[in-house]
């Protein structure tokens, strides 16, 4: 049986998040995701609800087009603050992987949020089981 030991926290986790692609079928992406506590990921939540998204700015015209560009942008800088690898093969984790993955698999980036809020506050057993 597994012993208690507080205190000594991973860097990471690794946890299995099935990502839902346009064809209708589901991607197995292994992930390592940045550890935090609870209260830690409560923190990450508020700093991230205080960050406002810079659309129209330099009298820059603000259509649906460059909102999602930006938002796709914003949401990838955000997911490298939690998410620190994958068993993508010759898909290198970056800012632009990862905006390019969220425009062409939509699903994706709630796919990697939710995995990670569960992992840092619920927990799930088998999270390192292929």
């Known amino acids: 049986m597994a012993k208690i030991v507080l205190g000594k926290r991973p860097e990471t986790i690794t946890a299995f998040v099935d990502i839902p692609l346009m064809s209708g079928e589901k991607a197995k992406v292994s992930c390592q995701f940045k550890y935090r506590t609870r209260q830690e990921f409560a923190k990450f939540l ?17 259509t649906f087009e460059s909102l999602a560009v930006k938002g796709m942008a914003s949401n990838a800088a955000r997911a490298l603050e939690f998410l620190k690898g994958w068993n993508l093969e010759d898909i290198e984790l970056t ?24 992992a840092c506050t619920e927990g799930y057993l088998g999270n390192s089981e292929a």
Do not use: C, I
């Not at 508020?46 to 603000?62: Q, W």
């Not at 796919?111 to 569960?118: E, I, S, V």
């Open 95 to 118: 800012q632009d992987n990862l905006a390019q993955l969220f425009n062409e698999e939509p699903a994706a980036g709630a796919a990697l949020w939710g995995a990670y809020r569960a």
């Open 46 to 62: 508020d700093e991230n609800a205080e960050a406002k998204p810079e659309v129209g700015t330099d009298g820059e015209k603000m």
